[in-house]
C-alpha cells in the first residue's frame, strides 16, 4: 500500500479545492460535479492528491488532522499570500506560539510553520499532525501501512517518505474526545497485485475497525485507525 489522499470534506468542493491548490502550487486532475481533486508534486518525494468530495455539513469540532504549511524565512510572506487567496486569521487558543494559524475558506485552521530543521525539503506543505490517543501506536500502524519511516522530526512520533523528501506526518497525544467525522483523512491506496482480502485482514490486525456506514456500494473500504481517526483503502490502480 502506498499513501495517495489527503481527503477534504467540503461544503463548495470547488471553491475549497481552488483556494487550496493556489495555497500549495498543485496541479488540478479533477474538477466535475463530483468534486474536485488537485496533486501536489515534490520533486524527488511522494506525489500525493488533495482531495474535495461534498458534504451537507462538515464537522465543527477541534479537528484531529490539518495541514502545517512551510513558512520558514518567509513566514511573513506566506501568510499574507494565503490571506489574499481567502485565508483568515484563527485563534483556537494558541496563544503566543511561533507559528501562524489561519483558516482555509470553509473555516477549517491550519497553520503556517516557522523555520524548523525539521522541514528541510518538505515542498510547501511541512507536516500533517495527526492527534490519538497513544502517538507510538499510532506511528506503528502507519508506518505499517504506508511504508514511510521514522523520522527525528518535531513531534512525538514522525514519519516520513523513504526518500526524505516530502510531508511529515506527525503524531501527537489528546485527551479530547472524538466528536463526529474528521473533516480530514487519509487515503492509502493498494499497490498493482496486492490481494484485496489478504491486505485488508492484515489492516484489521494491526488495530483497525471496519467503518459501518450508509454511503452505497462504493469501491474503497472505509476504515477507523486504532485512535478512531478515519481512513479508507482505495483498489489497485487499473493496468
Known amino acids: 500500500m502506498f499513501l495517495e489522499n489527503l481527503v477534504f470534506d467540503a461544503v463548495d468542493p470547488h471553491r475549497l479545492g481552488r483556494f487550496w491548490e493556489a495555497a500549495v502550487g498543485a496541479t488540478t486532475l479533477t474538477d466535475n460535479e463530483h468534486g474536485y ?18 458534504v451537507a455539513s462538515p464537522t465543527t469540532s477541534h479537528p484531529r488532522l490539518h ?6 524565512d518567509e513566514q511573513q510572506a506566506v501568510v499574507e499570500r494565503l490571506l489574499a487567496l481567502g485565508a483568515v486569521p484563527c485563534d483556537i487558543g494558541q496563544g503566543d506560539v511561533p507559528w501562524v494559524v489561519l483558516a482555509d475558506p470553509e473555516g477549517m485552521p491550519f497553520c503556517v510553520m516557522e523555520e524548523r530543521a525539521a522541514y ?10 495527526v492527534l490519538g490517543d497513544d502517538p ?3 506511528g506503528r500502524f502507519w508506518a505499517d501501512l504506508t511504508g514511510w519511516q521514522v523520522y527525528d522530526g518535531s513531534a512525538p512520533v514522525s514519519l516520513r517518505h ?9 503524531f501527537f497525544a ?20 496486492d490481494e484485496r482480502e489478504a491486505v485488508l485482514e492484515r489492516v ?7 467503518l459501518e456506514h450508509d454511503w452505497g456500494d ?16 482505495l483498489p489497485a490502480p487499473a493496468a
Open 37 to 54: 481533486e488537485t496533486r501536489l508534486t515534490v520533486d524527488g518525494g511522494p506525489t500525493l492528491d488533495l482531495c474535495f468530495q461534498p
Open 67 to 72: 495541514l502545517d504549511l512551510h513558512g520558514g
Open 120 to 129: 528541510r525539503d518538505t515542498g510547501p506543505v511541512a507536516a500533517v499532525p
Open 136 to 138: 507510538e501506536r499510532d
Open 162 to 170: 523513504p526518500s526524505g523528501r516530502g510531508l511529515i506526518l506527525e
Open 174 to 193: 489528546t485527551d479530547e474526545p472524538k466528536a463526529g467525522k474528521n473533516r480530514l483523512h487519509l487515503d492509502v491506496r493498494l499497490e498493482p497485485g
Open 204 to 210: 484489521r490486525d494491526a488495530g483497525a475497525r471496519r
Open 218 to 233: 462504493l469501491p474503497w473500504t472505509s476504515f477507523l485507525d486504532p485512535s478512531g481517526n478515519e481512513f479508507c483503502v
